[in-house]
């Protein structure tokens, strides 16, 4: 899960599983796999940052480093 804050300051939590696709319109648009959308005050290069220490602190960077070795 992900702290963000839409464009009126409020927080939320968003779950990062969810996320499809992440675009800048200039605002950051961040549309989920249910098709809705949410508009935030981050930039795109942050929420990709979030996202990425998220995946590292459960585990996942590193355990699809370990598959990826593995294959080569």
């Known amino acids: 899960m992900i702290k963000l ?3 009126n300051g409020e927080s939320f939590t968003v ?4 996320i499809e696709q992440i675009q800048s ?4 648009t961040i549309t989920l796999i249910n098709g809705k ?3 935030v ?5 942050d929420v990709t940052e979030r996202i990425t ?3 590292k602190r459960i585990g ?6 370990e598959v990826k070795n593995s294959i080569e």
Request: aromatic share 14%; no cysteine; glycine share 0%.
């Open 41 to 45: 005050k981050e930039t795109e290069e």
């Open 15 to 18: 779950n990062a599983f969810m």
């Open 37 to 39: 959308k949410v508009v």
């Open 53 to 55: 220490a998220y995946y």
């Open 25 to 28: 319109y200039p605002d950051t």
């Open 5 to 7: 804050k839409r464009l």
């Open 60 to 65: 996942i960077i590193h355990s699809l480093s």
